[in-house]
T-cell receptor, first 111, second 111 residues
Framework: DQQVKQNSPSLSVQEGRISILNCDYT??????FLWYKKYPAEGPTFLIS?????DKNEDGRFTVFLNKSAKHLSLHIVPSQPGDSAVYFC??????????FGTGTSLTVIP | NAGVTQTPKFRVLKTGQSMTLLCAQD?????MYWYRQDPGMGLRLIHY???????AKGEVPDGYNVSRLKKQNFLLGLESAAPSQTSVYFC??????????FGQGTRLTVV
């Protein structure tokens, strides 16, 4: 059974608007979550993370929110830019175990 | 710094052939991972290693073997390739349990 779920395979937003990518998880024993960005024909690159003791982490245009009661996290990109068009993966790390990745959401930012 | 380097980048195999994918990292990372990415499936862990001389099974280990004889290298072997192993393979490394750095990927087609 999928430990980390990204229920939206794709998302389109206008340039300058907010992009919100969502991720749901089942295991509460995680250490932290990470978001990765992937362009075609390239490997995923790390974007931002959030530890289990926080509910928000911000880095420039990127903010990740963690709602532990709902077992849900989201990545906000404001303002969205055409260069943000990529596939975004959320990943869960459980100490002593491994990274569990979601299936990814393909974001298209329309100029 | 090269980061994580995968060899080869592309390969076409016939069913039943064998091959080895090489992953090399120059960041002195302890942990190394092999993932496969298939449409709609996200990144699934095949095998991983938490240090030189150690390996462990991930989510989808069947049909693959690995070796970590040197800290900087992690080899993924296919003894008898099958069409179901057609995929994009990514190697990653991390310092203990921090974020993972990925290679550029190997696109493997088994005909």
């Amino acid at each position: 059974d999928q430990q980390v779920k990204q229920n939206s395979p794709s998302l389109s937003v206008q340039e300058g608007r907010i992009s919100i990518l969502n991720c749901d998880y089942t295991n509460s024993m995680f250490d932290y979550f990470l978001w990765y960005k992937k362009y075609p024909a390239e490997g995923p690159t790390f974007l931002i993370s959030i530890s289990s003791i926080k509910d928000k982490n911000e880095d420039g245009r990127f903010t990740v929110f963690l709602n532990k009661s709902a077992k849900h996290l989201s990545l906000h990109i404001v303002p969205s830019q055409p260069g943000d068009s990529a596939v975004y993966f959320c990943a869960e790390y459980i100490r002593g175990d491994q990274f569990y990745f979601g299936t990814g959401t393909s974001l298209t930012v329309i100029p | 710094n090269a980061g994580v380097t995968q060899t080869p980048k592309f390969r076409v195999l016939k069913t039943g052939q064998s091959m080895t994918l090489l992953c090399a990292q120059d960041m002195n990372h302890e942990y190394m991972y092999w993932y496969r990415q298939d449409p709609g499936m996200g990144l699934r862990l095949i095998h991983y290693s938490v240090g030189e001389g150690t390996t462990a099974k991930g989510e989808v280990p069947d049909g693959y073997n690995v070796s970590r004889l040197k800290k900087q290298n992690f080899l993924l072997g296919l003894e008898s390739a099958a069409p179901s192993q057609t995929s994009v393979y990514f190697c990653a490394s991390s310092y203990l349990a921090s974020e993972a750095f990925f290679g550029q990927g190997t696109r493997l087609t088994v005909v």
